[in-house]
């Protein structure tokens, strides 16, 4: 029986999504790996109707705000472009400690990968306001403050706190909501 608590039952409405790394395993801590993620963000932009409001991307999980036609289609493959592209970069930098670890906590009934890269799921919260959209932005801005990374929300490289200050940032969001 699916979970329907966790699934997007109104597509074309903005989602607060969360998505974290297999035990929560420091995967974001190199750019090469984090690139990953916003390639695969900006491939389904140009590809489809996927529409990025804000994000950020910490060192083991991220959390975002998006809309498409399909978002659970389009969150599927993200993670499934994303999965296989981290495991190419660290088999081929020979990161064999992330490696072993992604395979010893890969769920043993996932017998077609040898690792598992992400946890299942994006629990995904539906926005229906404006309020909600400034509530989960905030939150998303403040991520990287809370944890004491940063003094000031638009110091942190990796999400949209910097699109919303009028800064450039590194992939484009959608501002009007």
């Known amino acids: 029986m699916p979970r329907s608590r966790y699934r997007v039952l109104q597509p074309n409405y903005p989602h607060f999504l969360t998505s974290t790394v297999n035990h929560w395993l420091p995967l974001f801590t190199r750019p090469e790996t984090v690139n990953i993620v916003l390639d695969s963000w900006r491939f389904l932009q140009q590809e489809s109707d996927f529409k990025l409001?804000?994000?950020v991307i910490?060192?083991?999980?991220?959390h975002l705000i998006a809309s498409s036609d399909d978002l659970s289609r389009d969150?599927?493959?993200?993670?499934?472009?994303?999965a296989k592209q981290i495991i190419s970069y660290l088999e081929e930098k020979q990161v064999t400690q992330l490696l072993d670890l992604l395979a010893l906590f890969k769920r043993t009934y996932k017998t077609e990968a040898h690792y598992q890269v992400w946890e299942?799921?994006?629990h995904p919260q539906i926005i229906e306001s404006d309020a909600v959209m400034r509530q989960k932005l905030e939150y998303i801005h403040q991520n990287p403050v809370k944890r004491g990374y940063v003094?000031?929300?638009e110091h942190w490289r990796y999400f949209s706190a910097r699109n919303y200050a009028g800064q450039e940032g590194l992939i484009d969001v959608v501002r009007a909501w």
């Open 120 to 122: 299942e799921g994006n």
């Open 58 to 62: 910490l060192e083991n999980h991220l």
């Open 75 to 82: 969150m599927q493959r993200f993670k499934s472009y994303t």
């Open 151 to 153: 003094d000031q929300a």
């Open 53 to 55: 409001y804000g994000y």
